[in-house]
């Protein structure tokens, strides 16, 4: 049995289960369906092991504690679900569909792919891959998700655990309750009080960005530093270069997290003021601190990967060119100019130096200079 939602289409959950939908408790059926507005409290229990903390704020998991209040709104959007999600002051929305047999859950440019399994009229998660822009994370860095819905005498209960590594980073547990037919234009209005944006809406995809930076840059610190100590040598002929790599991999990485995290803010400051440019702006981020690495490489062994200087010139050439044409033709305020001075132009004499005295031939082990 499927059911359409409101806007005519069939719901992701009734698409993927078919008629596996039907043997879901009425309960769960209706947890699952939109338009819905729900009401409950929840148990949050966090992990402690030393990076619980962090990572619980990075990512915007609730707060510890019992019996926390939880609002839910649930709104068709073809055949999307769009998900409004509060637990105490922690807010987050989301969308839903379903690609083939999988359930998929967007955050910004986050994805999660969840499987879907019935058990006795309960409905179990199990998260099969996670993804940023569209770039798969390995397993070994990547949170994992499991989820279960099941019913209850006047609704469902809802356990979420988060998990890093094989530790617990959060778990939450509650019962949840449909609002009454009266009180539900109440209960939608009272939850659209928090629309605003904010890091909690976005928070997900830009706290793996941000994990994922974290993870590369702490571990190359030690390499860092006993690279800047042979770097003063006067015997370094790169010494005059390296610190400047080093320079734009932390403001590649800085700029990039903050893009991610809040795209708002940056288009604030840009003068950008383009209705949902925000996922743009938050690709063009991850896109300049992916660059960091290549920075790190060349800061540490510049001969070797002396190529990527070109690389780096490319964007940092073509990104004032395309920033003149679209000012110039309306697409952009000239006051955006100010990104391409601090990401592009400040770099180019130092850079441009490097290219035509290092990086002009190809590299030979056996013409590189003994550091």
Known sequence: MRVPMETGHVGPYEAILGDGFALLHPHVRRAHQAPLAAKGTVDVEHGRHRWAPLMIRLMKLPAAGRSQAVRLDVSAAGAELAWMRQIGASVLRTRQYATGLLLVERSGIGRVVFGLAVDHGALLYRQRSMSVAGVHLPAFISPRVSASVSPVASGWRVSVAVEWRARLLCRYAGISVPYENGDLASARASLRLDSGFGASNHGFPASILLMLAAGVFVSGV???????????????????????????????????????????????IAGLHLTGA?????????????????????????????GLIWIALAGKTFGPIGFLYSAGTGTLPWSFGWVCVFNDLIWWPIFWAFAMRHATRPFSPETAPHI
């Open 222 to 268: 030690r390499d860092l530093v006993a690279s800047a100590r042979w770097a003063s040598a006067l015997t370094d002929p790169f010494r005059r270069y390296r610190p400047w790599f080093y320079a734009a991999a932390i403001y590649n990485l800085a700029w990039g997290i903050a893009v991610v995290a809040i795209p708002g803010t940056f288009m604030r």
């Open 278 to 306: 925000a996922p743009l702006v938050q690709v063009m981020g991850m896109m300049v601190g992916v660059y960091a690495y290549g920075y790190y490489l060349l800061a540490r062994e510049p001969q070797r990967y002396c």
